[in-house]
Nanobody, 118 residues
């Protein structure tokens, strides 16, 4: 059974930092493309960061230079370090896993709330 369990969300002040973690189980983590998405009320879900099985990463311009995604294949965990947080980063953050096998498998975590406010 595949599980993605996010943790680390909460309240941060503008300019502050938070670190999210996503613990994965039930699939070959090292082969998966792991991503973080976010969705604010009334808005579409958007990609925040992605790391390929190779370890390469990519980010949208909105978070580039502020957010860092990393993975620990030994712990089956992907992280999102968020620095210089802004009010517009307030969202529910979701962990996503994609496996390219005989077909594509995609899994989502339950989400964790991040609120940036003074």
């Amino acid at each position: 059974q595949v599980q993605l369990v996010e943790s680390g969300g909460g309240l941060a002040q503008p300019g502050g930092s938070l670190r999210l973690a996503c613990a994965a189980s039930g699939f070959t983590f090292s082969s998966a493309v792991m991503s973080w998405y976010r969705q604010a009320p009334g808005r579409e879900r958007e990609l925040v960061a992605r790391t390929l099985a190779s370890g390469s990463t990519n980010y949208p311009d909105s978070v580039k230079g502020r957010f860092t995604i990393s993975r620990d294949n030994a712990k089956n965990t992907v992280y999102l370090q968020m620095n210089s947080l802004k009010a517009e980063d307030t969202s529910v953050y979701y962990c996503n896993a994609v496996l390219h096998l005989a077909r594509i498998y995609e899994y989502w975590g339950q989400g964790t709330q991040v609120t940036v406010s003074s």
